[in-house]
């Protein structure tokens, strides 16, 4: 109980949704309104929950006029079962949501017309945040499928060209059938104000995963993915390699034959102690 109140303590409205609840009372529309509400609210603190119960590192929850963000201190460290859970622990709570509106029409405290406007609510966000556009949740899914396999800077890049795509296809969805929804188009322009920013911070993440690893502050990687460099291959382009959810031996080859093994700590101990991101893997040899 008390890590639930810790989590509400964690709950900000945006002043632009105060603006709109205004509106709301004035239109007469309130009751709408708070449906909406209730439902982005559930929605987010089913993400906040299960990421307690991990013992994530919980900033904010933020209520939006047009949806909600929870967000986390974690930058990809975390064990991918993890974030699997709680990525699809907000899409979880539409389904006991159905279940919870159909007992309040059974027992009348919901008309029909407001029970299938709330069903129509409740589907209409959980369809939207499986779109496969980040920082939607089938963003956040898209990201940790591409993690399984590719390393987290080329996952990261291919998440915001699938976004793109998907919004764009999106966007032209909107034209054919609803070119006068505003609020459609204000969620889009939100959406690519998003992936413009996460893609304009790819480095920054980047560089914030490599050094959450230096400081150990992560999960126990008991995956090991042995990475085979040649020893004129550069720092960076090594670092670059590196994988979500493992740790990576690095082999260094000469002429095709193992000639050393550095551990990635040293990798990394050589980038945010010494400076040597630019080096030759050879050069670390030496050091060590």
């Known amino acids: 109980m008390n890590k639930l109140f810790e989590l509400l303590k964690q709950v900000n409205v ?33 993400h906040a929950v299960a990421a307690s119960v991990f013992s994530w590192r919980i900033k904010k929850i933020t209520l939006l006029p047009f949806g909600g963000v929870a967000e986390m201190d974690e930058h990809g460290n975390r064990p991918l079962f993890e974030e699997a859970i709680v990525i699809l622990a907000g899409p979880f709570q539409h389904i006991w949501l159905i279940g919870g509106a159909f007992c309040f029409y059974e027992l009348s405290w919901l008309s029909p017309e407001h029970y299938k406007l709330f069903l129509s609510y409740n589907m209409m966000v959980l369809l939207f945040n499986l779109l496969p556009i980040w920082p939607l949740d089938g963003g956040k899914l898209v990201f940790l499928l591409l993690s399984y396999y590719k390393s987290f800077p080329i996952a990261h890049r291919m998440t915001i060209l699938v976004s793109l795509v998907c919004m764009v296809l999106f966007a032209g969805f909107t034209i054919v059938l609803m070119p006068n ?41 008991r ?56 080096a030759k893997i050879r050069d670390l040899l030496y050091t060590y």
Not at 20 to 27: E, N, P, Q, R, Y
Not at 184 to 208: D, G, P
Not at 228 to 248: S, T
């Open 181 to 221: 929804n505003l609020n459609v188009w204000i969620i889009l322009a939100f959406l690519l104000f998003s992936l413009y920013h996460e893609w304009k911070q790819h480095r920054f993440i980047f560089m914030r995963f490599l050094l959450e690893r230096y400081y150990g502050k992560r999960s126990d990687l």
């Open 223 to 278: 995956v090991l993915r042995p990475l085979k460099v040649a020893e004129d291959e550069l720092v960076v382009h090594v670092l670059e390699r590196f994988c979500r959810g493992c740790k990576h031996p690095i082999i260094i080859e000469e002429n095709g034959k193992e000639k050393a093994i550095l551990d990635e700590n040293e990798i990394l101990h050589a980038v945010f102690a010494e400076k040597l991101l630019t």
């Open 14 to 46: 945006h002043p632009l949704l105060w603006l709109v609840i205004a509106l709301a009372v004035l239109t007469a529309r309130f009751l709408e309104l708070s449906m909406l509400l209730i439902i982005i609210f559930i929605h987010e603190l089913g």
